[in-house]
Structures are given as C-alpha cells and as structure tokens.
C-alpha cells in the first residue's frame, strides 16, 4: 500500500466517525431536550472531537427528558401527566395511586403487585 492509500484511508475513516458522532448527538440531544442544531454542528465543526467531548459534560449535567406519547412534548420523567395535551405518562397504583416505574412488579406504598 502507498502512502497516499494510507492517508485516503485515514481521512476517509476519520470523516465518518465525525458523521457517525454526529448523528449519535444529534439523537442523543432529542431525547434530553437538548438543542439538536447547535450540538450537531458543534460536534461537526470543533476540531479533534472537542465538540462531542463537550457535548459529553453539558450531556450530563442536565437531566434527561422523555417525550409525550401522544404529542411528542419534551416532559421530565416524574410527570404524570404532558403539561401541553394533558396525556396520562405514567401508570399508578390501582390501590393508592402511587406512580409506579414500568420495570416495577409491585407497588413500593402498598405492596399491590403490578398489572391485578
């Protein structure tokens, strides 16, 4: 292999982990609520990745946010309820009410076993 192959190779793999990063912030900012443009031009144009590394520090000191099923809202993960279409998040305890986590088998209040 001659060394222009070499560098073409080089370049050529360096340029699609840039696009790959990106499009990885660019998601990654959707789902947190983030400001998808300037991340995903931030992470494109900083030289030597210095824009994902960025991305990474601002990433996570704020705290993640989900979307409204119904009307793609950006929401905090503790909101029973989508602020803007009024949308049941989370389900609650038939017995207390207790928003419950989707992992959880029974209720931490009442100990009532999910989904009876």
Same mark, same amino acid.
């Given at each position: 292999?001659?060394?222009?192959?070499?560098?073409?190779i080089?370049?050529?793999?360096?340029?699609?982990?840039?696009?790959?990063?990106a499009?990885?912030?660019?998601?990654?900012?959707?789902?947190?609520?983030?400001?998808?443009k300037?991340?995903?031009?931030?992470?494109?144009?900083?030289?030597?990745f210095?824009?994902?590394?960025?991305y990474?520090?601002?990433?996570?000191?704020?705290?993640?946010k989900?979307? #409204?099923?119904? &009307?793609q809202?950006?929401?905090?993960?503790?909101d029973?309820? @989508? /602020? !803007?279409c009024g949308?049941?998040?989370? %389900?609650? #305890?038939?017995? &207390?009410?207790?928003?419950l986590?989707?992992?959880?088998?029974? @209720? /931490? !209040?009442c100990a009532?076993?999910?989904? %009876?």
């Amino acid at each position: 292999m001659t060394d222009a192959q070499i560098m073409t190779i080089t370049f050529s793999s360096i340029f699609l982990i840039h696009i790959i990063l990106a499009i990885f912030v660019y998601r990654d900012a959707k789902k947190r609520g983030l400001n998808t443009k300037l991340w995903t031009v931030l992470t494109l144009v900083v030289p030597n990745f210095f824009g994902v590394i960025m991305y990474f520090i601002v990433r996570t000191q704020t705290s993640s946010k989900k979307v #409204c099923h119904q &009307c793609q809202n950006n929401i905090n993960h503790d909101d029973l309820y @989508c /602020p !803007k279409c009024g949308a049941n998040q989370m %389900e609650t #305890c038939n017995r &207390c009410d207790q928003p419950l986590h989707e992992t959880w088998i029974v @209720c /931490p !209040k009442c100990a009532k076993p999910v989904g %009876e």
